[in-house]
T-cell receptor
Framework: AQSVTQLGSHVSVSEGALVLLRCNYS??????LFWYVQYPNQGLQLLLK??????LVKGINGFEAEFKKSETSFHLTKPSAHMSDAAEYFC???????????FGTGTKLQVIP | GAGVSQSPSNKVTEKGKDVELRCDPI?????LYWYRQSLGQGLEFLIY????????KSGLPSDRFSAERTGGSVSTLTIQRTQQEDSAVYLC????????????FGPGTRLLVL
């Protein structure tokens, strides 16, 4: 069975500071990993995903995430936070060959001016 | 092209009534997913369809919940005898069908049970 844990339901950073949102997963087979973002009053959209190949994945709006198998992690980072990054971020996992996608409980990012 | 659409966008109902929520996926997407988003609960998986078949119904909270998909396209989520705890945003997503594919989400239906 697959599962996702997102540490911290709320994270606050200052504008210009590093953004780090943590995600750990469990999966019995090599996983596919995703980060989705939900801006206020908008639907969820894909930020980035890891399927195979390079473990450092770059997404939209300057975000990136690194798949670390040994740590079962897929943390999301951005070097410099912008006010427009304020949103809720969801980490998700699916097992190869199995279509169900399991989402974490989400992390709300607040960016302080 | 058109994205995933859901109707109604908002639904207010009385406890005990039945409701139907509709999802129109992106044309050509074979996989369709239903989720429930409650305050502080993240996205709770309900069911997914591959074509018209539902290989995994494990997320349906009770036998009051059912879903169907016809013609490999439109899907309907039905909640019978609604309860106040059913109040949530119900999200639909579709994808090309493989596990690694991106899911495209609709705007959701906000359900309030009084």
């Amino acid at each position: 069975a697959q599962s996702v844990t997102q540490l911290g339901s709320h994270v606050s950073v200052s504008e210009g500071a590093l953004v780090l949102l943590r995600c750990n997963y469990s999966s019995s087979v090599p996983p596919y990993l995703f980060w989705y973002v939900q801006y206020p009053n908008q639907g969820l959209q894909l930020l980035l995903k890891y399927t195979t190949g390079a473990t450092l994945v770059k997404g939209i709006n300057g975000f990136e995430a690194e798949f670390k198998k040994s740590e079962t992690s897929f943390h999301l980072t951005k070097p410099s936070a912008h006010m427009s990054d304020a949103a809720e971020y969801f980490c998700a996992v699916s097992d190869q060959g199995y279509q169900k996608v399991t989402f974490g409980t989400g992390t709300k990012l607040q960016v302080i001016p | 092209g058109a994205g995933v659409s859901q109707s109604p966008s908002n639904k207010v109902t009385e406890k005990g009534k039945d409701v139907e929520l509709r999802c129109d996926p992106i044309s050509g997407h074979t996989a369709l997913y239903w989720y429930r988003q409650s305050l502080g609960q993240g996205l709770e998986f309900l069911i997914y369809f591959q074509g018209n078949s539902a290989p995994d119904k494990s997320g349906l909270p009770s036998d009051r919940f059912s879903a169907e998909r016809t013609g490999g396209s439109v899907s309907t989520l039905t909640i019978q005898r609604t309860q106040q705890e059913d109040s949530a945003v119900y999200l639909c997503a579709s994808s090309l069908g493989q596990a690694e594919e991106t899911q495209y989400f609709g705007p959701g239906t906000r359900l309030l049970v009084l």
